[in-house]
């Protein structure tokens, strides 16, 4: 298996926001996040505080994830994203993705990694990825996104 891509392109942004919105379970206003904190890896690739691995492959970017610290803790991450393509779901390669993602933030000295994540039906299939992978339910904010739309907490020690 060939090793996710850590450099990022100019590419990346179009294709990250393509690969969000083709996932069919993201806001437009996501699929814009998704963009612009790839464009800010980028920009500042040490002091933006995004790192990125990214799944290329025949057709294009098939899956990425974002991880990086979390400001004010000590040695903690967030799961910012993690997408993989329609065509390339069901496959294992976004648990090999997340699970790299836990490597490398362990190996930038990331203690503990977080995930917030909707609780929606069509965020099941995340929800048992992130189950998979170590990750507990630490917790729901009910209501969060919306009425009847809560925000599920998971985290791990790394």
Not at 40 to 54: D, E, I, S, T
């Amino acid at each position: 298996m060939t090793p996710f891509r850590t450099q990022l392109r100019e590419t990346d942004i179009a294709a990250v926001r393509q690969l969000v919105r083709d996932t069919r379970v993201f806001s437009d206003t996501e699929v814009g996040w998704a963009g612009e904190v790839i464009e800010a890896a980028l920009k500042n690739p040490v002091g933006a505080g995004y790192f990125a691995l990214m799944a290329d492959g025949p057709a294009g970017l098939e899956a990425f994830a974002c991880y990086g610290p979390i400001d004010g803790t000590l040695n903690r991450f967030d799961l910012y994203w993690i997408a993989v393509s329609p065509a390339a779901q069901g496959k294992g390669l976004g648990a090999r993705l997340l699970a790299a993602s836990v490597d490398d933030a362990r190996a930038r000295g990331a203690t503990h990694m977080f995930i917030d994540t909707s609780t929606r039906d069509d965020y099941a299939a995340a929800r048992a990825l992130y189950l998979s992978q170590g990750f507990e339910l630490q917790g729901t904010l009910v209501d969060f996104y919306s009425d009847g739309d809560s925000k599920a907490l998971f985290g791990r020690r790394l």
